[in-house]
């Protein structure tokens, strides 16, 4: 497979995931931020934390407020990772690989291209129009998948497009663990209360994780829910069990099912047994947000391996 | 449920292809006309609309040159399709089967031996200077002898009733695509009509491609790939159509590059040689060491790689010379040349701007005439005399009496017209027709093509890039 197509074939999975994952953040908050007392602050900064664009939005804006929040990651032509943005980037991606997909998912693609053009253009949502767009975009993606599962060779560009989505969807999980992890952990006064085990709750709903908790812990205790959210090996959002699946891709990709070939395949398992051989009061003596912060940081430097390894190969002939 | 009103339907001037000059319908239509008086305008209406909505997520999306950037339009298809009969299309055939086997054998020719040029059936002046005449070409023979593979050439019919040949587009002819989807599409607007009429399919247009791609080169299991200039082309659609229906690599020319006078494509597990290119780039720019120094398209040394036959380029570098439209004036000469026989299709009178007579006979009829820039297309660099005011008219006296070899004239041919929806009712709009031929071992013509249609009323420009839009193409089996 050509380096360029599997590059665009890896960003173009990430985008969606991206855009998914921000619309369940948003959906949950918005649905959260109901039944809180309001403070601005305290509910919508951290969304916009987890995402790393703060310091664009400082910019943008000089106070924190839902519209500006949801407009800034929904909307916004200026953040490069705003939902449209992704929503635009992923489809852009897809037309330049035509010929690597197939034509239910790039009709699937283009279908919510006409989703986020139609409604960006829309001024002055109501919020019953916000969830309905939230919903689409979730259904949509989650749909894409589907599809691109379904009627997919598992060929290269399958397994890029897989690594791409796995790579993000890790990133993802540990970036919003770690920013509410910290802000549920802070308001000890609450703890046990019911406003503490909602905000809990909507942690776990906002990556999809809450059915799967409550069926294995039952309880809601914050560091069964760290555990589950890191170290699980069968819930799909976890961060191990990504690590695990992109482990799979790598070795398939690289033609090897043993030891490493390339920096990409080595960095990745280092990290999956990192975690492999950890439990969560490891983790939770080292620091929360130190230990995902360095998680964050080890999938960007296997992110630039896998750039490294495979997208940018120096020519030479085999 | 308000029907349509056809008794306002006016043919006037014009050949129909719908309605005879009695406002009789044509045999080939009939069918077709039973069922569009069976329904509604709002029905017509919303079939209509469904297929700007396919077309939409299809992705059929094109950019148009010197717009906005990031806007994307759609080819308009209009769902009233134009029906061909049988013996029609025979004759289409024989015409483009004939033309396209002369052109070949004149290329090769002008490029090797020169005997059209020493006997003077064409000048030589003529050839040498034409931009697209390639002087390194010369004494190359590309495999099997083939220069123009894929044909896309411009016909119209004139209020005689008669076909011409307007323009040959032996280059990069584009629009193939929107013959194929165009097909799908209305396949799903009148199911029922396409098993009662007997209509000739069209699918296998990109095995035949392939096909005729893999016979290029002795390679076994050949690579075969797709080269675009990139998403930002107005054609990239049907760049990535192809390579997808074909089931070939998709490359722009940075993921080329050439070692040892070989074509490789980089891959994520290294090198792999590349053995036939069908290409979308312009000749201009496919090497910058050897053509456009600035192209950013193209891949170095691959230009030479072709000469020493170690990649086949589909079409060959170098046919552009016919498509120059002073060549095209000699065209009939140029058959009888090589095959002995008369043309079958005819050409478009043309008067050719660099020949004192023609060029006095142009200035003093310019306000009759079509006058077109020898190198340009697309509908662009042309003056459409009895549409056109007196200081457009003069200003292109000027440029014919500056550089006549760079015009040429034609009389203006009345395109006939096939009835097309308007927001109330049918009108009957200009159209041309564009099929498409295959030269691999032999010549083969689909039956099909690309009906391209004028929209606006009136208007005889039926150039995508300016407000042209499409219509299906029904070639009958009887």
Redo the contacts between chains.
Sequence with gaps: MLGRVANTIYWMNRYLERAENYARFMDVNFNLSLELPSNKEQQWKPLVAITGDWPLYEQLHNEVEKQKVIYFMAFEEQNPNSIYNCIINARENARAIRPEITKEVWEQINALYYLVKADSVKKGHDDKDLRQFFNAIKNGCQLLYGMYDATMSRNDGWNFGKLGQLIERADKTSRVLDVKYHLLLGSVKLVGSSLDLIQWAALLKSVSAYDMYRKKYGKLKSSSIAEFLILDTEFPRSILTCLMRSEQCIARLSGNSFGYRNTAQKRLGALRSQLEYTDIDNIIETGMHEYLDDIQLKLNDISTAIYEAFFSIEPHVK | MAKLNLSTYDTKGFYDEMFDENNMVRPNYKLFLDRLQKMSVSKLNALQHSTDRAQ????MTFNVYNDNQGVERILHLDIIPRIIQNKEWQYLEKGLQQRIKALNLFIQDIYNDQKVLKDKIIPKEMIFSSVSYLKELEGFKPPKDVWCHITGSDLIKGGDGQYYVLEDNLRCPSGVSYMLENREILKRTFPELFEKLDVKPVYNYTHILRDTLESLTDVEQPTVVVLTP??YNSA?FEH??L??QM??????G??L?V?DDFV?????????RVDVIYRRVDDDFIDPEVFNKHSLLGTPGLFRAYLKGNVVLVNAPGTGVVDDKAVYAYIPRIIKYYLGEDMILPNVKTYICDEAPDRKYVIENIHNLVVKQTDASGGYGMLIGPKSTKKEQEEFIAKIKKNPRNYIAQPMINLSRVPTITDETIEGRHVDLRPYALFGDDIKIIPGALTRVALEKGSIVVNSSQGGGSKDTWVLNS
Aim: hydrophobic share 35%; no cysteine; glycine share 14%.
């Design positions: 939409l997520s299809l992705g990139g998403t990239y990535s159509y390579a997808q089931g070939a690599e998709l490359v722009e940075r993921d590059i070692k490789y494509m980089i891959t994520t597990n290294g090198l792999q």
